[in-house]
Protein backbone atom coordinates (compact mmCIF):
# COMPACT_ATOMS: atom_id res chain seq x y z
CA UNK A 1 0.00 0.00 0.00
CA UNK A 2 2.79 2.53 0.97
CA UNK A 3 4.32 2.02 -2.57
CA UNK A 4 1.28 3.06 -4.42
CA UNK A 5 2.43 5.54 -6.96
CA UNK A 6 0.61 9.50 -6.52
CA UNK A 7 -1.12 10.34 -9.85
CA UNK A 8 0.04 13.10 -11.98
CA UNK A 9 -1.93 14.48 -14.87
CA UNK A 10 0.14 17.00 -17.89
CA UNK A 11 -2.64 19.04 -19.57
CA UNK A 12 -0.52 21.16 -22.79
CA UNK A 13 -1.75 21.07 -26.11
CA UNK A 14 2.39 20.79 -26.88
CA UNK A 15 2.63 16.80 -27.09
CA UNK A 16 6.80 17.47 -26.70
CA UNK A 17 6.15 19.02 -23.57
CA UNK A 18 4.05 15.81 -22.86
CA UNK A 19 6.58 13.61 -23.65
CA UNK A 20 9.04 15.66 -21.83
CA UNK A 21 7.26 15.98 -18.70
CA UNK A 22 5.89 12.19 -18.61
CA UNK A 23 9.23 11.18 -18.72
CA UNK A 24 10.73 13.04 -15.99
CA UNK A 25 7.58 12.40 -13.69
CA UNK A 26 7.77 8.29 -14.61
CA UNK A 27 11.68 8.41 -13.17
CA UNK A 28 10.62 10.43 -10.10
CA UNK A 29 7.51 7.51 -9.39
CA UNK A 30 4.58 9.16 -10.90
CA UNK A 31 1.70 6.98 -12.26
CA UNK A 32 1.77 9.65 -15.41
CA UNK A 33 -1.57 10.74 -17.35
CA UNK A 34 -1.57 13.14 -20.34
CA UNK A 35 -3.81 15.23 -22.04
CA UNK A 36 -3.88 18.18 -24.92
CA UNK A 37 -7.13 19.71 -23.81
CA UNK A 38 -8.90 20.87 -20.53
CA UNK A 39 -12.23 19.23 -21.67
CA UNK A 40 -10.13 16.31 -21.76
CA UNK A 41 -8.74 16.72 -18.33
CA UNK A 42 -12.22 17.35 -16.10
CA UNK A 43 -13.34 14.41 -17.34
CA UNK A 44 -10.41 12.61 -16.44
CA UNK A 45 -9.96 13.90 -13.27
CA UNK A 46 -14.12 13.33 -12.97
CA UNK A 47 -12.77 9.31 -13.81
CA UNK A 48 -9.66 8.93 -11.61
CA UNK A 49 -8.39 11.73 -9.18
CA UNK A 50 -4.83 12.96 -9.79
CA UNK A 51 -2.37 14.44 -6.64
CA UNK A 52 -0.80 16.32 -8.89
CA UNK A 53 -2.09 18.59 -12.30
CA UNK A 54 0.56 20.36 -14.31
CA UNK A 55 -1.43 22.61 -16.64
CA UNK A 56 -0.64 24.82 -19.35
CA UNK A 57 -2.15 28.09 -18.81
CA UNK A 58 -2.55 28.97 -22.71
CA UNK A 59 -4.31 26.04 -24.94
CA UNK A 60 -6.62 26.18 -27.49
CA UNK A 61 -10.68 25.65 -25.94
CA UNK A 62 -11.13 26.37 -22.13
CA UNK A 63 -7.67 27.99 -20.64
CA UNK A 64 -5.90 26.66 -18.05
CA UNK A 65 -7.35 28.98 -15.74
CA UNK A 66 -10.94 27.90 -16.42
CA UNK A 67 -9.72 24.48 -15.78
CA UNK A 68 -8.63 25.80 -12.48
CA UNK A 69 -11.78 26.48 -11.18
CA UNK A 70 -13.19 23.83 -12.28
CA UNK A 71 -10.70 21.53 -10.47
CA UNK A 72 -11.11 23.33 -7.29
CA UNK A 73 -14.96 22.57 -7.23
CA UNK A 74 -14.66 19.10 -8.26
CA UNK A 75 -11.04 18.06 -6.59
CA UNK A 76 -10.37 20.91 -3.88
CA UNK A 77 -7.42 18.76 -2.51
CA UNK A 78 -5.88 18.55 -6.15
CA UNK A 79 -2.47 20.56 -6.44
CA UNK A 80 -2.29 22.49 -9.05
CA UNK A 81 0.69 23.83 -11.23
CA UNK A 82 0.41 26.12 -13.73
CA UNK A 83 2.79 26.09 -16.91
CA UNK A 84 3.37 29.51 -18.59
CA UNK A 85 5.61 31.36 -20.82
CA UNK A 86 7.01 35.13 -19.74
CA UNK A 87 4.58 36.64 -21.61
CA UNK A 88 1.39 35.60 -19.65
CA UNK A 89 3.63 35.50 -16.31
CA UNK A 90 0.91 37.68 -14.48
CA UNK A 91 -2.06 35.79 -15.19
CA UNK A 92 -0.07 32.71 -13.75
CA UNK A 93 1.00 34.66 -10.28
CA UNK A 94 -3.03 35.37 -10.58
CA UNK A 95 -3.67 31.74 -11.03
CA UNK A 96 -1.52 31.48 -7.75
CA UNK A 97 -4.13 33.40 -5.81
CA UNK A 98 -6.39 31.47 -6.89
CA UNK A 99 -5.41 28.65 -5.60
CA UNK A 100 -2.73 26.71 -7.53
CA UNK A 101 -0.06 25.26 -6.16
CA UNK A 102 2.80 27.50 -8.31
CA UNK A 103 4.10 27.80 -11.43
CA UNK A 104 7.01 27.20 -13.51
CA UNK A 105 7.90 29.13 -16.76
CA UNK A 106 8.94 27.89 -19.58
CA UNK A 107 11.16 26.85 -21.02
CA UNK A 108 11.62 24.84 -18.03
CA UNK A 109 14.06 24.42 -15.01
CA UNK A 110 14.26 20.79 -14.84
CA UNK A 111 15.75 20.96 -11.69
CA UNK A 112 12.86 22.83 -10.23
CA UNK A 113 10.56 20.65 -12.15
CA UNK A 114 12.13 17.44 -9.94
CA UNK A 115 12.21 19.24 -6.83
CA UNK A 116 8.45 19.93 -7.04
CA UNK A 117 7.46 16.72 -7.92
CA UNK A 118 9.64 14.99 -5.60
CA UNK A 119 7.98 17.20 -3.44
CA UNK A 120 3.87 16.10 -3.75
CA UNK A 121 5.21 12.29 -4.01
CA UNK A 122 6.62 12.48 -0.42
CA UNK A 123 3.60 14.79 0.79
CA UNK A 124 1.16 12.17 -0.77
CA UNK A 125 3.07 9.07 0.75
CA UNK A 126 2.70 10.95 3.72
CA UNK A 127 -0.88 11.95 3.47
CA UNK A 128 -1.77 8.13 2.82
CA UNK A 129 -0.08 7.11 6.03
CA UNK A 130 -1.83 8.99 7.75
CA UNK A 131 -5.51 7.93 6.35
CA UNK A 132 -3.77 4.61 7.24
CA UNK A 133 -3.84 5.24 10.47
CA UNK A 134 -7.59 6.34 10.56
CA UNK A 135 -8.13 3.22 9.24
CA UNK A 136 -6.38 1.62 12.06
CA UNK A 137 -7.92 4.04 14.37
CA UNK A 138 -11.88 3.37 13.26
CA UNK A 139 -10.58 -0.38 13.61
CA UNK A 140 -9.61 -0.06 16.87
CA UNK A 141 -13.01 1.60 17.87
CA UNK A 142 -15.11 -1.02 16.69
CA UNK A 143 -17.44 -2.87 19.15
CA UNK A 144 -17.74 -6.43 18.51
CA UNK A 145 -17.61 -5.83 14.80
CA UNK A 146 -20.00 -2.93 14.48
CA UNK A 147 -18.90 0.84 13.95
CA UNK A 148 -20.86 3.37 15.56
CA UNK A 149 -19.28 6.81 16.82
CA UNK A 150 -22.12 9.10 17.21
CA UNK A 151 -24.46 9.37 20.38
CA UNK A 152 -26.93 6.77 19.05
CA UNK A 153 -24.71 3.87 18.28
CA UNK A 154 -22.73 4.75 21.98
CA UNK A 155 -26.03 4.00 23.41
CA UNK A 156 -26.67 1.10 22.12
CA UNK A 157 -23.16 -0.27 22.50
CA UNK A 158 -23.70 1.05 26.28
CA UNK A 159 -27.00 -0.95 26.29
CA UNK A 160 -25.01 -4.18 25.01
CA UNK A 161 -22.28 -4.14 27.18
CA UNK A 162 -24.59 -3.82 30.42
CA UNK A 163 -27.02 -6.11 29.23
CA UNK A 164 -25.06 -8.73 27.77
CA UNK A 165 -23.86 -10.34 31.08
CA UNK A 166 -27.77 -10.96 32.29
CA UNK A 167 -30.60 -11.27 29.74
CA UNK A 168 -32.37 -14.15 29.43
CA UNK A 169 -34.35 -12.81 26.79
CA UNK A 170 -34.02 -9.77 24.58
CA UNK A 171 -35.96 -8.07 21.53
CA UNK A 172 -34.00 -6.42 19.23
CA UNK A 173 -36.22 -3.83 16.85
CA UNK A 174 -34.57 -2.12 13.41
CA UNK A 175 -35.35 -2.11 9.85
CA UNK A 176 -33.80 -4.25 7.80
CA UNK A 177 -30.14 -3.54 7.47
CA UNK A 178 -29.37 -1.60 10.56
CA UNK A 179 -27.16 -4.56 12.38
CA UNK A 180 -29.73 -6.80 14.38
CA UNK A 181 -27.83 -9.56 14.03
CA UNK A 182 -24.49 -7.75 14.95
CA UNK A 183 -26.34 -6.93 17.71
CA UNK A 184 -27.43 -10.65 18.62
CA UNK A 185 -23.85 -12.29 18.25
CA UNK A 186 -22.44 -9.37 20.61
CA UNK A 187 -25.46 -10.12 23.55
CA UNK A 188 -24.00 -13.48 22.79
CA UNK A 189 -20.11 -13.00 22.91
CA UNK A 190 -19.93 -10.60 25.73
CA UNK A 191 -22.55 -13.05 28.22
CA UNK A 192 -21.19 -15.79 29.83
CA UNK A 193 -21.88 -18.52 27.22
CA UNK A 194 -19.54 -17.22 24.43
CA UNK A 195 -18.29 -20.58 24.67
CA UNK A 196 -21.38 -22.53 23.80
CA UNK A 197 -23.49 -21.95 20.91
CA UNK A 198 -24.85 -19.40 18.97
CA UNK A 199 -28.30 -21.43 16.65
CA UNK A 200 -29.79 -18.84 14.58
CA UNK A 201 -33.41 -19.38 13.45
CA UNK A 202 -34.91 -17.17 10.16
CA UNK A 203 -38.39 -17.53 11.39
CA UNK A 204 -39.78 -16.36 8.24
CA UNK A 205 -38.06 -19.05 6.09
CA UNK A 206 -39.63 -22.14 7.99
CA UNK A 207 -42.42 -24.03 6.22
CA UNK A 208 -45.08 -23.89 9.36
CA UNK A 209 -45.85 -27.02 9.60
CA UNK A 210 -42.26 -27.79 10.59
CA UNK A 211 -41.85 -24.79 13.02
CA UNK A 212 -42.41 -26.91 16.39
CA UNK A 213 -40.52 -30.16 15.21
CA UNK A 214 -37.91 -27.46 13.88
CA UNK A 215 -37.43 -25.67 17.07
CA UNK A 216 -38.80 -28.61 19.88
CA UNK A 217 -37.80 -31.35 18.16
CA UNK A 218 -39.31 -34.22 17.74
CA UNK A 219 -39.72 -37.98 18.38
CA UNK A 220 -39.81 -41.31 16.06
CA UNK A 221 -42.99 -41.40 14.66
CA UNK A 222 -44.25 -38.39 15.88
CA UNK A 223 -45.65 -37.71 11.97
CA UNK A 224 -45.50 -38.88 8.56
CA UNK A 225 -41.52 -38.37 7.69
CA UNK A 226 -40.06 -38.68 11.80
CA UNK A 227 -38.50 -41.72 11.05
CA UNK A 228 -36.05 -40.61 13.81
CA UNK A 229 -35.81 -39.12 17.15
CA UNK A 230 -34.59 -35.03 16.36
CA UNK A 231 -33.68 -32.47 18.68
CA UNK A 232 -34.66 -29.41 18.15
CA UNK A 233 -32.85 -26.11 17.70
CA UNK A 234 -33.95 -24.99 21.35
CA UNK A 235 -31.96 -28.02 22.71
CA UNK A 236 -28.78 -27.91 20.36
CA UNK A 237 -28.44 -24.22 22.05
CA UNK A 238 -28.64 -25.39 24.94
CA UNK A 239 -26.46 -23.40 27.28
CA UNK A 240 -25.79 -21.11 24.60
CA UNK A 241 -28.34 -18.95 22.40
CA UNK A 242 -30.95 -19.05 20.28
CA UNK A 243 -31.39 -16.58 17.60
CA UNK A 244 -35.09 -15.85 16.81
CA UNK A 245 -34.95 -13.57 13.50
CA UNK A 246 -38.01 -11.98 12.02
CA UNK A 247 -39.75 -13.20 15.07
CA UNK A 248 -42.65 -11.14 14.05
CA UNK A 249 -43.42 -14.12 11.39
CA UNK A 250 -44.23 -16.71 14.06
CA UNK A 251 -47.23 -18.73 13.62
CA UNK A 252 -49.39 -17.91 16.39
CA UNK A 253 -49.89 -21.33 17.99
CA UNK A 254 -46.09 -21.64 17.83
CA UNK A 255 -45.69 -18.19 19.52
CA UNK A 256 -48.27 -20.24 22.31
CA UNK A 257 -45.76 -22.75 22.87
CA UNK A 258 -42.65 -20.38 22.60
CA UNK A 259 -44.04 -18.42 25.47
CA UNK A 260 -44.50 -21.39 27.73
CA UNK A 261 -40.83 -22.48 26.97
CA UNK A 262 -39.58 -19.10 28.06
CA UNK A 263 -41.43 -19.43 31.18
CA UNK A 264 -40.66 -23.18 31.87
CA UNK A 265 -37.30 -23.48 29.98
CA UNK A 266 -38.35 -26.47 29.21
CA UNK A 267 -39.30 -27.85 25.72
CA UNK A 268 -41.03 -31.25 24.77
CA UNK A 269 -40.15 -32.55 21.76
CA UNK A 270 -43.20 -33.26 19.11
CA UNK A 271 -44.86 -36.38 19.82
CA UNK A 272 -43.30 -36.94 23.40
CA UNK A 273 -45.09 -36.13 27.04
CA UNK A 274 -41.23 -36.13 28.54
CA UNK A 275 -40.29 -32.33 29.53
CA UNK A 276 -36.55 -31.53 28.56
CA UNK A 277 -34.97 -29.11 31.28
CA UNK A 278 -33.05 -26.65 28.42
CA UNK A 279 -31.19 -22.89 29.78
CA UNK A 280 -31.28 -20.92 27.03
CA UNK A 281 -30.87 -17.11 26.09
CA UNK A 282 -33.75 -16.53 23.49
CA UNK A 283 -32.52 -13.01 21.17
CA UNK A 284 -35.18 -12.21 19.22
CA UNK A 285 -35.15 -9.79 16.29
CA UNK A 286 -38.14 -7.82 14.14
CA UNK A 287 -38.09 -5.19 11.35
CA UNK A 288 -42.24 -5.03 11.97
CA UNK A 289 -43.46 -2.86 14.51
CA UNK A 290 -44.41 -5.50 16.83
CA UNK A 291 -46.56 -3.54 18.83
CA UNK A 292 -48.83 -2.49 15.67
CA UNK A 293 -48.80 -6.77 15.09
CA UNK A 294 -49.58 -7.09 18.27
CA UNK A 295 -52.65 -4.89 17.89
CA UNK A 296 -53.83 -6.30 14.49
CA UNK A 297 -53.90 -9.57 16.44
CA UNK A 298 -51.16 -11.19 14.92
CA UNK A 299 -48.45 -10.97 17.43
CA UNK A 300 -48.93 -12.77 21.03
CA UNK A 301 -49.34 -9.81 23.32
CA UNK A 302 -48.16 -12.10 26.64
CA UNK A 303 -45.23 -12.93 24.31
CA UNK A 304 -44.41 -9.62 23.08
CA UNK A 305 -43.74 -8.31 26.45
CA UNK A 306 -41.86 -11.52 27.54
CA UNK A 307 -39.71 -10.50 25.01
CA UNK A 308 -39.57 -7.09 25.18
CA UNK A 309 -38.31 -7.13 28.55
CA UNK A 310 -35.42 -5.73 27.01
CA UNK A 311 -35.25 -3.80 24.11
CA UNK A 312 -32.75 -2.57 22.10
CA UNK A 313 -33.60 -0.31 19.05
CA UNK A 314 -31.20 -0.12 16.31
CA UNK A 315 -31.98 3.48 14.39
CA UNK A 316 -31.80 3.77 10.69
CA UNK A 317 -28.42 5.14 8.96
CA UNK A 318 -30.30 8.12 7.90
CA UNK A 319 -30.74 9.00 11.47
CA UNK A 320 -26.95 8.37 12.33
CA UNK A 321 -25.43 9.98 9.45
CA UNK A 322 -22.43 10.85 11.81
CA UNK A 323 -21.19 7.17 11.24
CA UNK A 324 -21.32 6.75 7.59
CA UNK A 325 -17.31 8.54 7.27
CA UNK A 326 -16.48 5.55 9.75
CA UNK A 327 -18.28 3.04 8.67
CA UNK A 328 -17.28 3.78 4.70
CA UNK A 329 -13.44 3.84 6.41
CA UNK A 330 -14.24 0.23 8.54
CA UNK A 331 -15.39 -0.99 4.68
CA UNK A 332 -12.90 0.51 2.44
CA UNK A 333 -9.95 -1.13 4.68
CA UNK A 334 -11.76 -4.65 4.98
CA UNK A 335 -12.51 -5.03 1.11
CA UNK A 336 -9.12 -3.26 0.40
CA UNK A 337 -7.75 -6.03 2.14
CA UNK A 338 -10.32 -8.58 0.82
CA UNK A 339 -9.48 -7.46 -3.00
CA UNK A 340 -6.04 -7.06 -2.21
CA UNK A 341 -5.96 -3.54 -3.64
CA UNK A 342 -4.27 -0.46 -2.27
CA UNK A 343 -7.28 1.65 -1.49
CA UNK A 344 -6.59 4.39 0.98
CA UNK A 345 -10.23 5.93 1.08
CA UNK A 346 -12.71 8.24 -0.61
CA UNK A 347 -12.48 11.93 -2.60
CA UNK A 348 -14.10 14.13 -0.74
CA UNK A 349 -16.95 14.35 -3.68
CA UNK A 350 -17.47 10.58 -2.90
CA UNK A 351 -17.63 11.00 0.85
CA UNK A 352 -19.95 13.59 0.10
CA UNK A 353 -22.56 11.65 -2.21
CA UNK A 354 -22.72 9.06 0.26
CA UNK A 355 -23.48 11.33 3.81
CA UNK A 356 -26.61 12.76 1.67
CA UNK A 357 -27.96 9.82 0.06
CA UNK A 358 -31.13 8.41 1.37
CA UNK A 359 -29.94 4.94 2.65
CA UNK A 360 -33.42 2.83 2.80
CA UNK A 361 -31.22 -0.54 2.81
CA UNK A 362 -29.26 1.28 5.51
CA UNK A 363 -25.82 -0.21 6.69
CA UNK A 364 -26.28 -3.52 4.24
CA UNK A 365 -26.93 -0.94 1.38
CA UNK A 366 -23.92 1.03 2.45
CA UNK A 367 -21.72 -2.28 2.77
CA UNK A 368 -23.27 -3.13 -0.81
CA UNK A 369 -22.09 0.34 -2.41
CA UNK A 370 -18.66 0.20 -1.22
CA UNK A 371 -17.90 -3.48 -2.08
CA UNK A 372 -19.28 -2.37 -5.33
CA UNK A 373 -16.83 0.51 -5.88
CA UNK A 374 -14.13 -0.82 -4.57
CA UNK A 375 -13.87 -3.26 -6.76
CA UNK A 376 -13.99 -0.80 -9.69
CA UNK A 377 -12.01 1.79 -7.98
CA UNK A 378 -8.15 2.29 -9.65
CA UNK A 379 -5.41 4.15 -7.58
CA UNK A 380 -5.47 4.85 -4.12
CA UNK A 381 -9.37 6.66 -3.53
CA UNK A 382 -12.65 5.47 -4.53
CA UNK A 383 -14.00 8.37 -6.50
CA UNK A 384 -17.72 9.76 -7.47
CA UNK A 385 -17.76 7.37 -10.37
CA UNK A 386 -17.17 4.41 -8.73
CA UNK A 387 -20.34 4.86 -6.72
CA UNK A 388 -22.57 6.26 -9.51
CA UNK A 389 -23.51 3.34 -10.61
CA UNK A 390 -24.83 1.65 -7.50
CA UNK A 391 -26.55 4.57 -6.50
CA UNK A 392 -28.25 5.96 -8.96
CA UNK A 393 -32.09 4.88 -7.02
CA UNK A 394 -30.73 6.52 -4.28
CA UNK A 395 -33.26 9.75 -3.59
CA UNK A 396 -31.07 12.57 -2.36
CA UNK A 397 -32.10 13.97 0.96
CA UNK A 398 -31.43 18.12 1.48
CA UNK A 399 -28.08 19.01 1.87
CA UNK A 400 -29.20 21.31 5.35
CA UNK A 401 -30.00 17.90 6.91
CA UNK A 402 -27.03 15.88 5.93
CA UNK A 403 -24.52 18.54 6.84
CA UNK A 404 -25.88 19.24 10.03
CA UNK A 405 -24.86 16.09 10.60
CA UNK A 406 -21.57 15.84 8.68
CA UNK A 407 -19.12 16.04 10.92
CA UNK A 408 -18.07 13.22 13.07
CA UNK A 409 -18.18 14.19 16.56
CA UNK A 410 -20.39 17.03 15.84
CA UNK A 411 -23.99 15.48 16.66
CA UNK A 412 -21.90 13.60 19.65
CA UNK A 413 -23.95 16.28 21.75
CA UNK A 414 -23.97 16.89 25.31
CA UNK A 415 -25.47 13.91 26.83
CA UNK A 416 -22.68 11.70 25.48
CA UNK A 417 -19.37 12.99 25.44
CA UNK A 418 -16.64 11.04 24.23
CA UNK A 419 -13.70 10.62 26.81
CA UNK A 420 -10.69 12.86 26.74
CA UNK A 421 -8.36 10.78 25.40
CA UNK A 422 -9.86 9.67 22.63
CA UNK A 423 -10.80 13.21 21.68
CA UNK A 424 -7.23 14.04 21.95
CA UNK A 425 -5.67 11.59 19.77
CA UNK A 426 -8.90 11.79 17.22
CA UNK A 427 -7.23 15.59 17.59
CA UNK A 428 -3.58 14.72 16.69
CA UNK A 429 -4.36 12.91 13.90
CA UNK A 430 -6.56 15.41 12.27
CA UNK A 431 -3.42 17.93 13.09
CA UNK A 432 -0.74 15.65 11.46
CA UNK A 433 -3.12 15.72 8.34
CA UNK A 434 -3.77 18.85 8.15
CA UNK A 435 -0.20 19.40 7.48
CA UNK A 436 0.55 16.39 6.07
CA UNK A 437 2.14 14.61 8.60
CA UNK A 438 4.60 17.46 9.48
CA UNK A 439 5.48 16.88 13.28
CA UNK A 440 7.31 20.15 13.88
CA UNK A 441 4.35 22.15 12.34
CA UNK A 442 1.77 19.95 14.14
CA UNK A 443 3.55 20.39 17.51
CA UNK A 444 3.21 24.33 17.13
CA UNK A 445 -0.16 23.98 15.74
CA UNK A 446 -1.15 22.59 19.13
CA UNK A 447 0.64 24.81 21.16
CA UNK A 448 3.38 22.23 22.74
CA UNK A 449 7.17 21.76 22.34
CA UNK A 450 8.21 18.98 19.67
CA UNK A 451 9.28 16.69 22.33
CA UNK A 452 6.14 17.10 24.16
CA UNK A 453 4.16 16.69 20.96
CA UNK A 454 6.67 13.22 20.35
CA UNK A 455 5.38 12.06 24.07
CA UNK A 456 1.50 12.29 23.03
CA UNK A 457 2.01 10.30 19.40
CA UNK A 458 3.94 7.55 22.18
CA UNK A 459 1.17 7.73 24.44
CA UNK A 460 -1.46 7.03 22.07
CA UNK A 461 0.28 5.03 20.18
CA UNK A 462 1.04 6.92 17.08
CA UNK A 463 4.46 6.82 17.40
CA UNK A 464 5.59 3.91 15.01
CA UNK A 465 2.87 4.42 11.90
CA UNK A 466 4.56 7.41 11.30
CA UNK A 467 8.09 7.47 9.64
CA UNK A 468 10.39 9.79 11.27
CA UNK A 469 9.00 12.67 9.28
CA UNK A 470 11.70 12.86 6.08
CA UNK A 471 10.83 16.77 6.35
CA UNK A 472 11.80 17.62 9.55
CA UNK A 473 15.07 16.67 10.31
CA UNK A 474 16.13 18.50 12.69
CA UNK A 475 17.46 17.53 16.27
CA UNK A 476 14.46 17.24 18.64
CA UNK A 477 14.52 19.88 21.24
CA UNK A 478 12.08 21.12 23.64
N1 LIG B 1 -22.67 -0.90 12.96
C1 LIG B 1 -22.21 -1.67 11.97
N2 LIG B 1 -20.90 -1.71 11.72
C2 LIG B 1 -20.41 -2.48 10.72
N3 LIG B 1 -21.18 -3.23 9.91
C3 LIG B 1 -22.49 -3.22 10.10
C4 LIG B 1 -23.09 -2.45 11.15
N4 LIG B 1 -24.41 -2.63 11.10
C5 LIG B 1 -24.64 -3.48 10.10
N5 LIG B 1 -23.50 -3.85 9.49
C6 LIG B 1 -23.37 -4.74 8.33
O1 LIG B 1 -24.53 -4.57 7.53
C7 LIG B 1 -25.04 -5.81 7.09
C8 LIG B 1 -26.43 -6.01 7.66
O2 LIG B 1 -26.36 -6.22 9.07
P1 LIG B 1 -27.33 -7.25 9.82
O3 LIG B 1 -27.44 -8.52 9.02
O4 LIG B 1 -26.92 -7.36 11.22
O5 LIG B 1 -28.68 -6.42 9.66
P2 LIG B 1 -30.16 -6.84 10.09
O6 LIG B 1 -30.69 -5.72 10.88
O7 LIG B 1 -30.14 -8.19 10.69
O8 LIG B 1 -30.89 -6.84 8.68
P3 LIG B 1 -32.20 -7.72 8.23
O9 LIG B 1 -33.37 -7.18 8.98
O10 LIG B 1 -32.30 -7.42 6.77
O11 LIG B 1 -31.88 -9.13 8.55
C9 LIG B 1 -24.06 -6.85 7.55
O12 LIG B 1 -23.13 -7.07 6.51
C10 LIG B 1 -23.36 -6.21 8.72
O13 LIG B 1 -22.06 -6.71 8.87
MG1 LIG C 1 -30.92 -9.97 9.97
Avoid at 424 to 452: W, Y
Wanted: charged share 25%; aromatic share 4%.
Amino acid sequence: MQNQRPRLLVVDDDRAILTLIGTIALAEGFDVATTTNGEDAMKQLRQRPAELVLLDLRMPGITGLDVLRSIRDVSPKCKVVLMTGFATIDSAVEAVKLGALDYLTKPFDLQRLRQLLATVRDEAAQRREVLTLEGDLAQRLEFCGMVGRGPAMQEVFGLIRRLAPHVRTALISGETGTGKELVARALHKLGPRSSKRFVTVNCSAVVETLFESELFGHVRGAFTGATEHKAGLFETADGGTLFLDEVGELPPPVQAKLLRVLEESEVQRVGSLEPRKIDVRVVAATNRDLLTEVAAGRFRNDLYYRLNIVDIRLPKLSERREDIPYLTAAFVRGFSQRFNKPLVGLTPGAERMLQEAAWDGNVRQLRNVIERACILAEGDFVSEGDLSGSMQEQRLVPAAAAASAALPGAARGESSPAPLVEVEREHIIRTLQQVRGNKAVAARLLGISRRAFYRQLERHGLHQRIPMSTRTNEPVSS
